[in-house]
């Protein structure tokens, strides 16, 4: 009954390979977010989406892509891994875009 | 205390002490914040929240207060307990524009309980 859980936890791939990151969130929230913590544990948002629609996209490089195909689910795909593309991805969720956000356990991304 | 730099400021509290974590932020019209709890390999976990028209408020054993006059936020955290131990962040929700909101974290503080 876990409330936003990502799969996988642990994720090791080579440079320039394609991965994706699946988010789920069973809480009936209608907006979810990605948000990529580095080594320094420096938490920056990514993307956010309200009812399946992008409302934040930050400087984030165009390999990454975002995708909600309904308003439970925000997958992150990512094309042409790099080594700085290395960290933890946490995706969240909130109520409303005003409400306080609620957090996935994160993805580990290490790229080789 | 705090520090800038390369390192994630760490305060070292004793058992059964009080702890108290800052945190500054930057954008005045900031209207909600909150403190999120971090344990080593999970996600943040939310600790309580304040709005801006308050500079109180209590929770079981937590404690925020929030000065906008110097755009102050801390967390005090009462009776601290080795399960306290992990990096507190600070996070303000701000207006960014077109119907949405931003949340934007700060740095983060690593608490240590000594048992």
């Known amino acids: 009954d876990t409330a936003v859980s990502q799969t996988p936890k642990y994720l090791v791939t080579q440079m320039g390979n394609d991965k994706s990151i699946k988010c789920e969130q069973n809480l009936g929230h209608d907006t979810m977010y990605w948000y990529k913590q580095d080594s320094k544990k420096f938490l920056k948002i990514m993307f956010s989406y309200n009812n399946k629609e992008l409302i934040i996209n930050e400087t984030v490089p165009n390999r990454f892509s975002p995708k909600s195909p309904d308003k439970a689910h925000l997958n992150l795909h990512i094309n042409s891994l790099e080594l700085g593309d290395s960290a933890v991805y946490f995706c969240?969720?909130?109520?409303?875009?005003?409400?306080?956000?609620?957090f996935g356990q994160g993805t580990r991304l290490t790229v080789v | 205390g705090e520090s800038v730099g390369l390192h994630l400021p760490t305060l070292s509290v004793q058992e059964g002490d009080n702890s108290i974590i800052n945190c500054a932020y930057s954008?005045?019209?900031?209207?909600?914040f909150i403190w999120y709890k971090q344990e080593s390999g999970k996600g943040p976990q939310f600790i309580i929240d304040?709005?801006?028209?308050?500079d109180k408020r209590q929770g079981q054993r937590v404690t925020v207060l929030l000065n906008k006059t110097v755009k102050h936020l801390s967390l005090q955290i009462a009776a601290t307990q080795p399960g306290d131990s992990a990096v507190y962040f600070c996070a303000e929700k701000s207006y960014s524009g077109a119907g949405s909101y931003q949340l934007t974290f700060g740095k983060g503080t690593k608490l240590s309980v000594i048992p």
């Open positions: 304040i709005r801006s028209n308050m």
């Open positions: 969240a969720s909130s109520r409303t875009i005003n409400t306080e956000a609620f």
């Open positions: 954008n005045s019209a900031s209207d909600y």
